[in-house]
């Protein structure tokens, strides 16, 4: 790392540790917590919401399947965040981060769903069809309508500005900077090549708009994390006598400060708390808003059903793929804490890995490619329309084309730097995106109470969708 980028990642984390702080934590924390208990702990509906995932809902307006909208928001959310971002937690924050991890996992749940369903609630149509929705139209028109149309909007041009600038950072530069790493460590390719080829493949993908997007996500998602699951399961068979001490140390460790040894960096509560609950929403993304901008676009009677399906996508990522990869990863330091001392990041998850003979590593680099570049995808949409509820149709294209430029521009940047950036913007992103979720808390109870509590589900959704222009 150079001077110049030595000494702005030096203010990035300054800046990163106070936007992580008690606050933050908290209000992201307490938001999942609260709208577990609004809704009547949604979680207990997900084998329902499962089922209608795979359940075509055609005859409803949209632009993609649910199916499609979800695979979408899977994309970007199956990502380095659950192999890279997991295993940064456990080498800085200690196994107890794992815990943490999957408990935001478990009550962001709630998040998730009260985020489809406003996303849905208040999308709006533009005059050639499309569907445009998310927190920045929750905000303009639920919000504004609550509590006045200026702070609405307001909030709404705040949270899509951030948006737009954070999708280069967790949907662009640290996908793109993982898989270079990941690659020249394992076949010794430069990272401006793997920059070049990823640009490129990433330029043919993301002109067709979200419908080639979500097509490509359909096929690529539960192929690319079965074939990872798969690795996980080995290796914890492989690891099979170092699973209950390493259950125990996760639990142990989540509530108590731990000392440093046994392969394990020292760590408090607060910082196994700060890591495990970054890096769960780094991974699901429950409370940042992003999601939902899929969920929108998603063919549906009413808003509870994306809800329900959406909220899928935190219990795939994170309550199942960060949670074997969390289990993997400490197993295998207490297996073998001399050869994995020191190791964080992509390092940490490929010494992991190595257990498998042989093939450990290329099933590693196969998922890692394919679970970051299909985060690429569908963070493309996401920025997109971001940009496009900023300055209206005519920033697709330029947004495009630059999108395209930051994925090779990744690929040859500081790893440490690009995580305390990504840190950084996600934090900022989730803040007005958890106001609207509280403020609106009310209209999920409501539509929940109305679809899914009074055995309503397959009624079409009343609401007239707004109409603007492009």
Same mark, same amino acid.
């Given at each position: 790392?150079?001077?110049?980028?030595?000494?702005?990642?030096?203010?990035?984390?300054?800046?990163?540790?106070?936007?992580?702080?008690?606050?933050?934590?908290?209000?992201?924390?307490?938001?999942?917590?609260?709208?577990?208990?609004?809704?009547?702990?949604?979680?207990?509906?997900?084998?329902?919401?499962?089922?209608?995932?795979?359940?075509?809902?055609?005859?409803?307006?949209?632009?993609?399947?649910q199916f499609g909208a979800l695979t979408t928001a899977l994309a970007?959310?199956?990502?380095?965040?659950?192999?890279?971002?997991?295993?940064?937690?456990?080498?800085?924050?200690g196994p107890g981060a794992v815990l943490w991890c999957w408990l935001?996992?478990?009550?962001?749940?709630? &998040?998730?769903?009260?985020?489809?369903?406003?996303?849905?609630?208040?999308?709006?149509?533009?005059?050639?069809?499309?569907?445009?929705?998310?927190?920045?139209?929750? %905000?303009?028109?639920?919000?504004?309508?609550?509590?006045?149309?200026?702070?609405? @909007?307001? #909030?709404?041009?705040?949270?899509?500005?951030?948006?737009?600038?954070?999708?280069?950072?967790?949907?662009?530069?640290?996908?793109?900077?993982?898989?270079?790493?990941?690659?020249?460590?394992?076949?010794?390719?430069?990272?401006?090549?793997?920059?070049?080829?990823?640009?490129?493949?990433?330029?043919?993908?993301?002109?067709?708009?979200?419908?080639?997007?979500?097509?490509? #996500?359909?096929?690529?998602?539960? %192929?690319?994390?079965?074939?990872?699951?798969?690795?996980?399961?080995?290796?914890?068979?492989?690891? @099979?006598?170092?699973?209950?001490?390493?259950?125990?140390?996760?639990?142990?460790?989540?509530?108590?400060?731990?000392?440093?040894?046994?392969?394990?960096?020292?760590?408090?509560?607060?910082?196994?708390?700060?890591?495990?609950?970054?890096?769960?929403?780094?991974?699901?993304?429950?409370?940042?808003?992003?999601?939902?901008?899929?969920?929108?676009?998603?063919?549906?009677?009413?808003?509870?059903?994306?809800?329900?399906?959406?909220?899928?996508?935190?219990?795939?990522?994170?309550?199942?793929?960060?949670?074997?990869?969390?289990?993997?990863?400490?197993?295998?330091?207490?297996?073998?804490?001399?050869?994995?001392?020191?190791?964080?990041?992509?390092?940490?998850?490929?010494?992991?890995?190595?257990?498998?003979?042989?093939?450990?590593?290329?099933?590693?680099?196969?998922?890692?490619?394919?679970?970051?570049?299909?985060?690429?995808?569908?963070?493309?949409?996401?920025?997109?329309?971001?940009?496009?509820?900023?300055?209206?149709?005519?920033?697709?294209?330029?947004?495009?084309?630059?999108?395209?430029?930051?994925?090779?521009?990744? #690929?040859?940047?500081?790893?440490?730097?690009?995580?305390?950036?990504?840190?950084?913007?996600?934090? #900022?992103?989730?803040?007005?995106?958890?106001?609207?979720?509280?403020?609106?808390?009310?209209?999920?109870?409501?539509?929940?109470?109305?679809?899914?509590?009074?055995?309503?589900?397959?009624?079409?959704? &009343?609401?007239?969708?707004?109409?603007?222009?492009?």
């Amino acid at each position: 790392m150079g001077e110049f980028a030595e000494t702005l990642n030096g203010y990035v984390s300054i800046v990163n540790g106070w936007v992580w702080g008690p606050v933050m934590l908290i209000l992201l924390f307490g938001t999942h917590v609260l709208l577990t208990i609004r809704t009547r702990v949604i979680q207990t509906h997900i084998f329902k919401a499962i089922k209608l995932s795979v359940t075509k809902d055609t005859s409803a307006e949209g632009d993609i399947s649910q199916f499609g909208a979800l695979t979408t928001a899977l994309a970007a959310t199956i990502g380095t965040g659950n192999i890279v971002g997991v295993a940064t937690a456990v080498a800085v924050g200690g196994p107890g981060a794992v815990l943490w991890c999957w408990l935001t996992g478990v009550v962001g749940i709630a &998040t998730k769903y009260g985020e489809a369903l406003l996303a849905v609630k208040y999308r709006v149509k533009t005059n050639d069809g499309t569907m445009l929705g998310g927190p920045m139209y929750a %905000l303009e028109l639920g919000v504004g309508e609550k509590y006045g149309k200026s702070f609405g @909007r307001i #909030c709404g041009i705040i949270f899509a500005l951030l948006a737009g600038i954070a999708s280069f950072g967790i949907g662009n530069m640290t996908q793109g900077n993982s898989i270079s790493g990941m690659v020249q460590n394992n076949f010794h390719v430069p990272n401006w090549i793997t920059g070049l080829v990823l640009a490129v493949l990433t330029g043919v993908v993301v002109i067709g708009g979200v419908k080639s997007i979500a097509t490509i #996500c359909e096929k690529l998602v539960p %192929l690319m994390a079965f074939f990872y699951i798969i690795g996980c399961i080995a290796i914890i068979c492989i690891n @099979r006598a170092y699973i209950l001490p390493a259950l125990k140390e996760i639990f142990s460790s989540a509530f108590s400060a731990r000392a440093a040894g046994g392969g394990f960096v020292g760590a408090s509560v607060i910082t196994a708390a700060r890591y495990g609950i970054a890096r769960g929403l780094f991974s699901n993304e429950s409370g940042l808003g992003s999601a939902p901008i899929a969920a929108a676009a998603a063919q549906t009677r009413n808003p509870v059903r994306q809800a329900l399906v959406g909220m899928t996508g935190t219990f795939w990522d994170t309550v199942i793929v960060c949670a074997l990869t969390g289990i993997v990863l400490v197993s295998s330091i207490i297996k073998d804490p001399v050869a994995l001392e020191g190791l964080s990041g992509g390092d940490l998850t490929s010494g992991a890995f190595n257990a498998i003979p042989g093939v450990g590593p290329i099933v590693l680099t196969i998922g890692l490619i394919t679970f970051a570049w299909s985060t690429i995808l569908g963070w493309s949409y996401y920025g997109e329309r971001a940009w496009e509820y900023l300055l209206g149709k005519k920033a697709i294209f330029p947004y495009r084309v630059l999108w395209v430029f930051v994925v090779f521009v990744g #690929c040859v940047t500081a790893l440490d730097l690009v995580w305390n950036i990504a840190d950084t913007l996600n934090a #900022c992103m989730a803040f007005p995106n958890l106001i609207s979720l509280l403020l609106l808390s009310g209209v999920i109870v409501s539509e929940t109470r109305k679809y899914l509590w009074e055995d309503n589900l397959d009624a079409n959704s &009343t609401d007239v969708i707004p109409q603007i222009k492009n």
